[in-house]
């Protein structure tokens, strides 16, 4: 790739301008608004949806909980075959399908009447929310801003945090004005529209008319770099990709800061709680965290592009660990820091799977790598619940429980710091 008059290669990899030309930034937008689709459906949505259900239709609320847990093993083996896909047929396509049913399954899933329905169209909801915004929103941002990608998810990923702040309360408010019902039906249709959006939505850059990062590029620079990716064939397969240490460092390292979220915002409010905050305060406080994220957002991004992504999803991982142990000091002081470190955290969980992949692999390989390495991922990450029981059980307190994930958050740091993000990336 040609770099702009005047500046390296290496200047451009750590510029953290946003000087991503006004079709990058309407990328960067859309991906956000996909985030934000995921995060509210998938997460925050049921929270208010499950109680709902179960009131209005006398369904044991157990069992509906019961179907995240189901729906979301299910969904991990989908994202796998739907990353296959991505790589063969491309972001837009992808996004486009999965829009298309995960926009008519949120439709249904207020409308539904029975706990079959329900747990069809929950798991719908989950394979497809993944699908649109991890692997094709993680391929358009991969392929748009291959030098620029830590700062671009620094952007998008604030959708997540801006989701958890706000997506509850608007279904909140629209299921009081009319229903559950007319309220996913709203979103859904919204979701629609956004697959209307994808259309327009351009795989790579050079066919929108733009070029990567928004670098300066003559017609024949142009031409040649689209020629490259176009005939460009990844050398990797499955079999060799589970041979490189790099996959099961980035897979282990990341499942474990996964995990270790889950974790930690799952047994928040509770462990706020017998600190002596009241549940109203504890709430309040986790609002503040969301809102907080959207800021650790874009400071992580900043740290990726500055400091290489490697260097900066390792220090995460101690600002993380610090972060918790804060938390296990018994002073309300402490307690609000590690609060504000955990939202400043959480900000930049979403940002490291992608920027980590394209970094490592290169950016024309990331479709093909990331549908085998986000899999792995959650398997780990859906290991929370089993890590939380057993520390319990074992310490005899949630404390506990903190502990092991500082000693997981610190132990991730360290396989992170082991990857070598030189041997397999593209030039």
């Not at 992608?354 to 990331?366: D, I, Q």
Request: hydrophobic share 50%; with cysteine; charged share 10%.
């Amino acid at each position: 790739m040609a770099a702009p008059k005047g500046k390296s290669k290496t200047d451009l990899s750590t510029d953290a301008k946003s000087n991503f030309g006004s079709k990058g930034w309407l990328m960067v937008v859309f991906v956000g608004v996909m985030l934000y689709l995921q995060n509210g459906t998938s997460s925050d949505g049921p929270n208010i949806v499950i109680p709902y259900m179960a009131e209005v239709h006398g369904w044991d609320q157990a069992a509906l909980l019961n179907v995240g847990t189901i729906s979301g093993l299910i969904s991990i083996a989908a994202m796998f075959l739907f990353g296959i896909f991505c790589d063969k047929k491309g972001a837009r396509l992808t996004a486009l399908i999965s829009l298309v049913i995960g926009g008519l399954a949120y439709i249904w899933y207020g409308n539904v009447q029975s706990v079959t329905q329900y747990a069809i169209s929950y798991t719908l909801i989950m394979i497809t929310c993944n699908v649109y915004a991890w692997i094709a929103g993680g391929a358009y941002l991969s392929s748009w801003f291959p030098r620029k990608k830590g700062l671009a998810l620094g952007w998008a990923t604030m959708g997540n945090n801006l989701s958890s702040a706000t997506f509850v309360i608007i279904l909140s408010f629209i299921s009081a004005k009319a229903s559950m019902g007319a309220a996913t039906a709203i979103i859904g249709v919204f979701m629609l529209l956004v697959a209307v959006w994808s259309l327009f939505m351009k795989n790579n850059p050079e066919e929108a008319g733009a070029t990567p990062d928004n670098v300066p590029m003559s017609p024949d620079e142009m031409e040649a770099y689209r020629q490259e990716s176009n005939s460009y064939v990844s050398p990797w397969t499955y079999s060799r990709l589970v041979r490189t240490k790099e996959f099961w460092l980035i897979s282990i390292g990341l499942g474990l800061y996964m995990l270790v979220t889950v974790g930690i915002m799952s047994q928040l409010v509770p462990r706020m709680t017998s600190l002596g905050l009241t549940q109203e305060e504890a709430l309040g406080t986790m609002s503040i965290c969301a809102v907080v994220g959207v800021v650790g957002s874009y400071l992580w991004g900043v740290l990726d592009q500055k400091l290489t992504t490697r260097i900066a999803t390792a220090i995460y991982g101690v600002w993380y660990a610090v972060a918790i142990i804060f938390n296990l000091i018994p002073n309300r002081a402490c307690l609000y820091i590690s609060v504000f470190m955990i939202g400043i955290a959480i900000g930049g969980n979403a940002n490291w799977p992608v920027s980590l992949v394209s970094t490592v692999y290169g950016h024309r390989n990331f479709a093909k790598i990331y549908s085998l390495v986000n899999p792995c991922i959650s398997i780990i990450r859906v290991c929370c619940f089993s890590v939380l029981a057993v520390s319990i059980a074992l310490t005899g307190s949630l404390a506990g429980a903190y502990g092991v994930f500082v000693v997981l958050a610190f132990l991730a740091a360290g396989l992170i710091l082991l990857i070598n993000d030189k041997k397999y990336a593209e030039d």
